[in-house]
């Protein structure tokens, strides 16, 4: 709720994504941490926002298995983990894509009395794909397809 106060009237783009996302529109995974996707100035606005929580500032990195890279920070946001991830880049067949546009791609959901902002499902299972992990892609992709009948 912290993160979601700061954000929404910070006029920086940012959107759930990852476990805490897929919780919220209803795929039972008990998330260890919030991931936040947005861009590279929004990364560092974040990163401005909770400089106080930072555990790792904000910098261009490879992250995941080699197949990703960002401008990522990691900060405790009392006691829960939020990671931030700006300008995504996939690896896909050896060539980095560029980041995507996030703003086609959210959809907003409610929770406890929040309007927040997650990553469209098929678009997860999509990246998933990318960073190699078909099995976890397969099972959001199963999810997004019952949800849309």
């Known amino acids: 709720r912290q993160v979601y106060v700061m954000m929404e009237g910070s006029g920086t783009l940012w959107v759930l994504n990852?476990?805490?996302?897929?919780?919220i529109q209803g795929i039972r995974y008990p998330p260890p941490d919030i991931d936040i996707q947005t861009d590279k100035a929004g990364g560092y606005a974040m990163e401005a926002l909770?400089?106080?929580?930072?555990?790792a500032p904000v910098a261009f990195s490879p992250t995941g298995?080699?197949?990703i890279r960002s401008h990522f920070g990691r900060f405790d946001v009392d006691g829960?983990?939020?990671?931030?991830?700006?300008?995504a880049e996939k690896k896909v067949d050896g060539v980095w894509?560029?980041?995507?546009?996030?703003?086609p791609l959210i959809r907003w959901r409610n929770y406890k009395g929040m309007r927040l902002p997650v990553l469209d499902l098929y678009y997860e299972a999509d990246s998933y794909a990318k960073m190699q992990r078909p099995e976890k892609a397969?099972?959001?992709?199963?999810?997004?397809?019952a949800l849309r009948g």
């Open 18 to 23: 990852g476990s805490t996302a897929f919780a």
């Open 50 to 55: 909770l400089r106080e929580c930072t555990l």
């Open 65 to 67: 298995n080699g197949v």
């Open 80 to 87: 829960v983990i939020v990671e931030v991830i700006g300008s």
């Open 97 to 103: 894509e560029a980041p995507d546009d996030l703003k």
């Open 138 to 145: 397969a099972e959001i992709a199963a999810y997004a397809k």
